[in-house]
């Protein structure tokens, strides 16, 4: 082993993409992918954020807010998912009513 350390991801196929980047916290940022580095830090152009409700943080409202170029943090990042082919499907697990199963 070289004892160079290398990203379980491979960001390669998402570069000059469009992605998807959950942070922690809740933020959630969709823009094209431009760069990364094996700490996972992220260069995202054309960022937007999508802002959550007021009375509930866990809940995306449809309010965004235009970045512009920005740099996620590797620590913070999540979850990155391409935009294209891929769809949000209903949780299996909540009842109607919002309850867990």
Known sequence: MSGRKET???????VDKGVLV???GGRQVTGTLKGYDQLLNLVI???IEFEREQDDPLKLSAKTRQLGLIVCRGTAVMLVSPTEGTEEIKNPFQEADGAQA
């Open 45 to 47: 152009d054309e960022a």
């Open 8 to 14: 379980v991801l491979d960001l390669a196929k998402f």
């Open 22 to 24: 959950k942070l922690t």
